[in-house]
């Protein structure tokens, strides 16, 4: 009985220690929760891995639906099924992605913390890619055969792994404190932080394209 007795005592005892160890877990998620220094790792070495979940996860829920994701995840990967170019694409564009963190101010539930980022030169490449596009175009009139999505696709790909030049800029990241858990505030301002020269680029490519082709303001927004 007394073998018994212990028995049961153990067991409770490692219960207790269990429900113990879980309580100190939770009140230190809510309490201390992550750091901005944190997010930031992680989000640009998954980013670096072409992991864009954690990007989503650490992304402030007013900014969820905001363009950064839908440019990266939409825009970019859109319209083809193959999933390993997808991630080729993304690995191209963050492959010489680095970072430098050198100051962080808090202020309750928000921060900005300063950044010295590097990544490859965005500026000329879209220049590039819709050059390449206009000049396939033309030929398909005379060859029938039009790009299909994956083929413009891979032309991205490959002009992005042709480029060598980087840049290095130093941000400032917007955070706000969500649930514990500090996530970026401004997905607009972090997109262009992280592909530098990208939306300058794409701009000046649509600017190009309504100067030779007389599309509006307007048809450029839809997208092109």
């Excluded at 998954?46 to 996860?57: R, T």
């Excluded at 859109?78 to 997808?86: A, I, Y």
């Excluded at 928000?110 to 590039?128: C, G, L």
């Excluded at 009139?141 to 840049?167: C, H, N, P, R, S």
């Amino acid at each position: 009985m007394a073998a018994k007795n212990k028995n049961k005592l153990a067991w409770i005892i490692v219960i207790i220690a269990v429900v113990v160890i879980a309580v100190i877990a939770i009140v230190a998620t809510i309490l201390f929760g992550n750091n901005p220094e944190q997010t930031i790792d992680e989000t640009f070495t998954a980013l670096k891995e072409g992991n864009m979940d954690v990007l989503m996860e650490y992304t402030s829920t007013e900014e969820r639906d905001n363009s950064f994701t839908n440019e990266l995840t939409e825009g970019l990967t859109s319209g083809t099924e193959n999933t390993e170019l997808e991630k080729e694409m993304l690995d191209s564009c963050f492959s010489q992605l680095e970072w430098k963190i050198s100051e962080t101010k808090k202020d309750g539930n928000t921060a900005v913390v300063t950044v010295d980022i590097t990544n490859k030169d965005f500026s000329n490449v879209m220049q590039e890619i819709f050059s390449e596009m206009i000049a396939q175009a033309f030929s398909s009139t005379f060859t029938g055969q039009e790009m299909t999505e994956e083929d413009t696709m891979q032309l991205m790909k490959e002009k992005i792994d042709e480029v060598t030049a980087t840049t290095t800029n130093t941000e400032e990241i917007n955070m706000v404190k969500e649930d514990g858990i500090w996530k970026f505030s401004d997905s607009d301002a972090l997109a262009d932080m992280l592909l530098p020269g990208f939306s300058s680029g794409l701009e000046s490519m649509q600017d190009s394209f309504s100067e030779n082709y007389g599309l509006d303001s307007e048809y450029n927004d839809s997208g092109l």
